[in-house]
């Protein structure tokens, strides 16, 4: 396998049901009303169009020693792949390994299998609020065809508008070479992530009474 790309660094799978727990987890610290774990389950036992994937570490590596230890998944997402429409239902990454590229590695790799599936186009909605969400889909083409009045409803009462998305056409080829692109800087990400954590870990060791 070629050194640069992420997948010797990370692990694209399909979500089991032992996989909720910290599913749930990641859930938890990224959205105002997560899912219930049921939810979860039952989207990935009986939702007769549901994909779930997740990120994981190549277990290869050998990380997971005390001077740093990966989580179990990096990143979720599910879909529905509805004939010739994909709809991302849900999309997240641990709070402790945003901003190095994996939940778009993420996404593009569901993307690419949905067309692969006979998917053509794309449809997702987002919260008026999420700009970076909103940034990273404009980025890889995604336009607003629309807005759904007050769809989120959170646990403190308060509601929130949805920016419907769309990326009309699924190109394989514009999918595929986007993610060759993102793929070194993924790694390069990663690496220097795990490099600053066992790095933090020797000056704590050396410091500590």
């Excluded at 070629?2 to 010797?8: A, E, K, L, R």
């Excluded at 549901?50 to 290869?60: D, G, K, L, M």
């Excluded at 004939?83 to 991302?88: L, T």
């Excluded at 999420?130 to 890889?140: F, I």
Aim: hydrophobic content about 35%; some cysteine; proline content about 6%.
């Amino acid at each position: 396998m070629n050194d640069m790309h992420p997948s010797y660094l990370l692990q694209f799978s399909p979500m089991k049901t032992t996989d909720v727990g910290e599913v749930d987890s990641i859930s938890q610290s990224s959205f105002p009303t997560p899912w219930s774990p049921k939810t979860y389950i039952r989207e990935i036992e009986e939702g007769p169009h549901s994909h779930y994937w997740v990120i994981r570490p190549n277990p290869s590596l050998g990380y997971g020693t005390a001077a740093v230890t990966l989580p179990s998944i990096f990143a979720y997402g599910g879909m529905w792949i509805l004939d010739e429409e994909v709809h991302i239902l849900v999309f997240a990454t641990h709070p402790a390994w945003r901003e190095c590229g994996i939940g778009e590695w993420l996404l593009l790799n569901m993307l690419i299998l949905a067309n692969q599936k006979g998917a053509k186009t794309t449809t997702l909605e987002v919260r008026e609020s999420n700009v970076a969400a909103q940034s990273l889909y404009a980025s890889m083409g995604f336009e607003e065809i629309g807005r759904r009045k007050n769809y989120y409803k959170d646990t403190n009462g308060s509601r929130e508008d949805a920016i419907i998305l769309s990326l009309p056409i699924l190109e394989l080829s514009y999918l595929t070479q986007r993610l060759n692109v993102k793929s070194p800087l993924v790694k390069e990400r990663i690496q220097k992530r795990i490099r600053n954590s066992i790095q933090e870990t020797f000056v704590f060791k050396a410091t500590a009474p």
